[in-house]
């Protein structure tokens, strides 16, 4: 098992930055790829950026993309996500998420509990 817990939301004006963290404990080396997802209020969850653990390969949807920027810290497990440029539409609880290699890139294997982040106009 992982466990992944979600820090750093919070309420930010648009324009405004935010970092979130994500620290994953337990069997981590079973871990191919970490991504943040985010879901609004009656939207389904979307994807947001991935990365390969081991290569720091990366990926972002085309509405963050240049605007958001994924990343990990092996030493500590912990993956992040800097979002700058906010917007009211990326208003959303986002959830950090981790893939076994079996899994990768079909789906996810474990989720973190989500951070909520509230971007006003």
């Known amino acids: 098992q992982v466990q992944l817990v979600e820090s750093g939301g919070g309420l930010v004006q648009a324009g405004g930055s935010l970092r979130l963290s994500c620290a994953a404990s337990?069997?981590?080396?079973?871990?191919?790829?970490m991504g943040w997802f985010r879901q609004a209020p009656g939207k389904e969850r979307e994807f947001v950026a991935a990365?390969?653990?081991?290569?720091?390969?990366?990926s972002y949807a085309d509405s963050v993309k240049g605007r958001f920027t994924i990343s990990r810290d092996n030493a500590k497990n912990t993956v992040y996500l800097r979002m700058n440029s906010l917007k009211p539409e990326d208003t959303a609880v986002y959830y950090c998420?981790?893939?076994?290699?079996?899994?990768?890139?079909?789906?996810?294997?474990?989720w973190g509990q989500g951070t909520q982040v509230t971007v006003s106009s």
């Open positions: 998420a981790a893939a076994t290699p079996r899994s990768w890139p079909d789906e996810y294997d474990y």
């Open positions: 990365i390969i653990w081991s290569i720091g390969s990366t």
């Open positions: 337990g069997r981590t080396f079973s871990t191919y790829a």
